[in-house]
């Protein structure tokens, strides 16, 4: 029978070119031990992300096919926040920018046939 509680998927990302130590890697394992002592019956699923063009999105898919979250929380780092923030918009841009292994994107769309 399957588990038919609550699951909430939680991510960071780890170091990348000019954030050798990303605040993520340390807050998404101390908010899922909390969430866990707090919530019993709610399943928390981790993951830090690799900060890679291609990796990245393959694994979150990967994540989400295996977890099937009912909840997703993705927490990252940027240098423009003065503090804690919740992007209220997505846009379809990737920043030109290489990853962590050195590579560059692709394309500058995330998704081509996105809005």
Do not use: K
């Amino acid at each position: 029978m399957p588990d038919a509680r609550t699951t909430v998927l939680i991510t960071g990302f780890g170091p990348f070119p000019g954030v050798p130590a990303n605040a993520t890697m340390r807050l998404v394992p101390a908010l899922a031990e909390r969430a866990r002592a707090a919530f019993t019956g709610i399943r928390i699923a981790t993951e830090i992300l690799p900060t890679e063009w291609r990796v990245a999105p393959a694994r979150l898919d990967a994540l989400y096919r295996t977890h099937r979250p009912d909840v997703a929380l993705h927490f990252g780092v940027s240098s423009r926040a003065r503090g804690f923030e919740i992007e209220s918009r997505g846009r379809n841009v990737r920043a030109l920018v290489s990853d962590a292994c050195g590579e560059q994107p692709d394309s500058a769309c995330i998704a081509d046939d996105g809005p």
